[in-house]
């Protein structure tokens, strides 16, 4: 069993930049693929970004490649969405989520999600 906390959401102006961490709790947690997915309001939650169990490979979507990186922290059960040169339409409420496999991840093949933190970007 997995449970994962987010944080580090909130308001920002356009160009800005926001790090979000997820926490997670659960021995097994280096065993995961994890991720994270947006969803906008009236919009379906679409993948984000995602990391490897080791850390050694990462994926991105379109959108956001260049702008944002997605980093692990093992020892601390912690990863990281650092998220640069905002933009409006990266509003939306940002989900953490793992996976047994990156594969599955990025299917939206998800085992477990966290609760959600909103970052909203003004312009």
């Known amino acids: 069993q997995v449970q994962l906390v987010e944080s580090g959401g909130g308001l920002v102006q356009a160009g800005g930049s926001l790090r979000l961490s997820c926490v997670a709790s659960?021995?097994?947690?280096?065993?995961?693929?994890v991720g994270w997915f947006r969803q906008a309001p009236g919009k379906e939650r679409n993948f984000v970004a995602a990391i490897t169990w080791n850390g050694d490979s990462t994926y991105y979507a379109d959108s956001v490649k260049g702008r944002f990186t997605i980093s692990r922290d093992n020892a601390k059960n912690t990863v990281s969405l650092q998220m640069n040169s905002l933009k409006p339409e990266d509003t939306a409420v940002y989900y953490c989520?793992?996976?047994?496999?990156?594969?599955?991840?990025?299917?939206?093949?998800?085992?477990?999600w966290g609760q959600g933190t909103q970052v909203t970007v003004s312009s």
């Open positions: 659960g021995r097994t947690f280096s065993s995961y693929a």
């Open positions: 989520a793992a996976s047994l496999s990156i594969n599955r991840l990025r299917l939206s093949l998800v085992e477990y």
